[in-house]
T-cell receptor, first 111, second 110 residues
Framework: DSGVTQTPKHLITATGQRVTLRCSPR?????VYWYQQSLDQGLQFLIQ???????AKGNILERFSAQQFPDLHSELNLSSLELGDSALYFC??????????FGEGSRLTVL | GQQVMQIPQYQHVQEGEDFTTYCNSS?????IQWYKQRPGGHPVFLIQ?????EVKKQKRLTFQFGEAKKNSSLHITATQTTDVGTYFC??????????FGPGTSLSVIP
């Protein structure tokens, strides 16, 4: 158990819809990272927050947005969903420049 | 921009054979990390390398950071079926943006 909690574990929705993925980092970790992993693909960096502030952006689509709340949990919002958005979305947290602790991921299926 | 490459993409080995995956960057890295993702699982941290030429061992796993800090390798001696998974290197140079290589998927034939 990494200590990072992601919900929901699985999500099936239709094209054009909007979903929200939630992540609770490990206790004491101020940084939250979001990654997208498509089938048999690597980990694509989406966005990173530190103590409520956006610090880095990767290849995140304009249809996607995220935020980190005062209690440090984070949400990734995906809108106008397309078939190609089907993927595993991972959240990770860290303290400093140490290891990333990953959650178990949220598997999104867009039909 | 930041880019980390890994080879090979896939590797199939007979149980007991050795395995090596290589990670290369076009820029100098200050830190590099290695992660393992089992099938159906999430990435799990293995190790972090910081110093030029650093070599670290974890049982049958040997990690190396190149002298120029632009490449790294992970070597597994005498693979076991428990080694199956995808091994990723990650550029930890930036605090904020952690970029992963595409990974090497290891299959072990019993």
């Amino acid at each position: 158990d990494s200590g990072v909690t992601q919900t929901p574990k699985h999500l099936i929705t239709a094209t054009g819809q909007r979903v929200t993925l939630r992540c609770s980092p490990r206790s004491g970790d101020l940084s939250v990272y979001w990654y997208q992993q498509s089938l048999d693909q690597g980990l694509q960096f989406l966005i990173q927050y530190y103590n409520g502030e956006e610090r880095a952006k990767g290849n995140i689509l304009e249809r996607f947005s995220a935020q980190q709340f005062p209690d440090l949990h984070s949400e990734l919002n995906l809108s106008s969903l397309e078939l190609g958005d089907s993927a595993l979305y991972f959240c990770a947290s860290s303290r400093g420049t140490g290891e990333l602790f990953f959650g178990e991921g949220s598997r999104l299926t867009v039909l | 921009g930041q880019q980390v490459m890994q080879i090979p993409q896939y590797q199939h080995v007979q149980e007991g054979e050795d395995f090596t995956t290589y990670c290369n960057s076009s820029t100098t890295l200050s830190n590099i990390q290695w992660y393992k993702q089992r099938p159906g699982g999430h990435p799990v941290f293995l190790i972090q390398l910081v110093k030029s030429g650093e070599v670290k061992k974890q049982k049958r796993l040997t990690f190396q950071f190149g002298e120029a800090k632009k490449n790294s390798s992970l070597h597994i001696t005498a693979t076991q079926t428990t080694d199956v998974g995808t091994y990723f290197c990650a550029d930890r140079t930036s605090y904020d943006k952690v970029i992963f290589g595409p990974g090497t998927s290891l299959s072990v034939i019993p």
